[in-house]
Structures are given as C-alpha cells and as structure tokens.
T-cell receptor
Framework: SAVISQKPSRDICQRGTSLTIQCQVD?????MFWYRQQPGQSLTLIAT?????????ESGFVIDKFPISRPNLTFSTLTVSNMSPEDSSIYLC???????????FGPGTRLTVL | QKEVEQNSGPLSVPEGAIASLNCTYS??????FFWYRQYSGKSPELIMS????GDKEDGRFTAQLNKASQYVSLLIRDSQPSDSATYLC???????????FGTGTRLKVLA
C-alpha cells in the first residue's frame, strides 16, 4: 500500500487563527479524502479532495471553514480556518489505492485550539 | 437510527479466546464493508474488507456479511493482548467511495 505522510503531526493554535495540514503520498492516487476524529469519537468525512477541481464537501462542512487544495495526484492540503476550541480534533487524510474501494489512512494531525 | 451502529464496549475476552465484534448498517444499497483497528493515539489500520455475503478469512480474522440482515461481523480467533484496540466498522455509502464509520468497539484481551 502507499506510504502516506502528514504535516504537522500535532499543533497547538490560538482561537481565530488558521492551520494548513499537508498530506503527501508516495504514489499517484485518484481518490483522496479528509476526515475528522473528535476526542473520543469516530471518524467523520469532511470532504473528497478532487484533483483539478473544487473539493466535494459533506453535509455540515463548508469550503470557507475547511478550504482544500489538490494540485496533483500525490498531494493535498486541508486548512482549518478561524479556529475555535470546537475544532480540536485529529485530522486524517486517506487514499484509495487498491482498486477495491479500500482506504488507507495517514498518521493524522492532532490539533488543539486554545 | 444511526447509519452504522456498533456496541461501544469494552468487550473483554481472555487470551486465546474468540472475540466477536458486530456492526449493523441502515443503507440497504451499501456494497462494501470494512473493519479497521485503531490503537490509542494512532490512525486506523485496515484489517479486512468484505463485499459478498458469507465469510472471508485472513489469518486469525474472519469477516462475516449478511446483507439481508444488514449485519457485518469480525471474529478474531486466538485473541492476543496485542489485539486490544478499538475496532471500527465502515460502510461504503451507496457505492460512492464515501465511508460512514461506526463509533467503534473497544476490545480488551486479558492476559
């Protein structure tokens, strides 16, 4: 399976600021996704990162709050904008590489907003 | 009704026993089903995928799918303390590549 890395691995941010999280894959992938895992909770899909076009957001998530870029088939960024303590979560990117609709996750970015 | 439901546990089993983890889903047209293992502080790791009714075995793990009952399970044979983790069930919503996750079952294997 592909090797997926995320930067930063963790960060502590102040309310009202923004943080950009990077996801890098060691091979070209068609499907790339961003998830959020709030403390003690399961994973929730934020959006599908589409190469060359706007991301597709799930209900409850908007582009102004979570802008996503996907400049090529190996890289994507997720920005968490105008942060509040409620944005404290682990943010994970995932990719589908097997051709069997199987998703593999990056190591995650643990975000704490004060 | 939640789209994907799991018992949160903890499920405690003695070492060497069979651990049985269950998941139900609400979307009848779901086609793909996945089990992930997540250790504390780590990201989810794919254990099994299953697409057809019946059993699928991989080492000590067996996934079972019953689409008529909208039920998928994971059996772990010869459970080891290293199997202690949270097990997440994920369902591909209507073949869209979009996963819906259950809340996970915490498994404790007692040495």
């Amino acid at each position: 399976s592909a090797v997926i890395s995320q930067k930063p691995s963790r960060d502590i941010c102040q309310r009202g600021t923004s943080l950009t999280i990077q996801c890098q894959v060691d091979s070209q992938v068609t499907m790339m996704f961003w998830y959020r895992q709030q403390p003690g909770q399961s994973l929730t899909l934020i959006a599908t990162a589409n190469q060359g076009s706007e991301a597709t957001y799930e209900s409850g998530f908007v582009i102004d709050k979570f802008p996503i870029s996907r400049p090529n088939l190996t890289f994507s960024t997720l920005t968490v904008s105008n942060m509040s303590p409620e944005d404290s979560s682990i943010y994970l990117c995932s990719v589908e590489t097997s051709g069997y609709n199987e998703q593999f996750f990056g190591p995650g970015t643990r975000l704490t907003v004060l | 009704q939640k789209e994907v439901e799991q018992n949160s546990g903890p499920l405690s089993v003695p070492e060497g026993a069979i651990a049985s983890l269950n998941c139900t889903y609400s979307d009848r047209v779901s086609q793909s089903f996945f089990w992930y293992r997540q250790y504390s502080g780590k990201s989810p790791e794919l254990i099994m995928s299953i697409y057809s009714n019946g059993d699928k075995e991989d080492g000590r793990f067996t996934a079972q799918l019953n689409k008529a009952s909208q039920y998928v399970s994971l059996l772990i044979r010869d459970s080891q303390p290293s199997d202690s983790a949270t097990y997440l069930c994920a369902v591909d919503k209507s073949g869209t590549y979009k996963y819906i996750f259950g809340t996970g079952t915490r498994l404790k294997v007692l040495a």
